[in-house]
């Protein structure tokens, strides 16, 4: 899955899901956690690399915190994929990802 292209010009951070979450990528603490992440690292002008590799998450409460949460600050589909670059998302997760965002408006 991917959401954004990101040009030569875009500065990017890249984080690795099951590595900097420490296998912690299921709770609203954790999804708030990444969404001050995300939050932070737009606002210094920055795309956001997420790299789900290897984590499965299933989690709507992670998802709910760490992205659905966004469209509290006005985030909508075109913000959403010029900000976040999702990599290496399993199937189950990306669908769950998507109703989840859906229900606060972030159609992706």
Request: negative net charge; glycine residues 8%.
């Amino acid at each position: 899955m991917v959401f954004c292209q990101i040009g030569a010009e875009d500065m990017t951070i890249s984080i690795n899901i099951k590595k900097e979450f420490s296998g912690d990528y299921i709770t609203r603490v954790a999804g708030e956690r990444l969404r001050n992440i995300i939050l932070d690292a737009v606002a210094r002008g920055e795309v956001v690399e997420l790299d789900f590799t290897g984590a499965v998450v299933a989690s709507t409460s992670f998802f709910d915190e760490g992205f659905a949460k966004l469209a509290d600050f006005e985030w909508d589909k075109e913000k959403f994929r010029s900000s976040i670059l999702i990599v290496g998302m399993n199937l189950r997760d990306e669908k769950l990802m998507r109703e989840i965002c859906a229900g606060r408006g972030i159609e992706l």
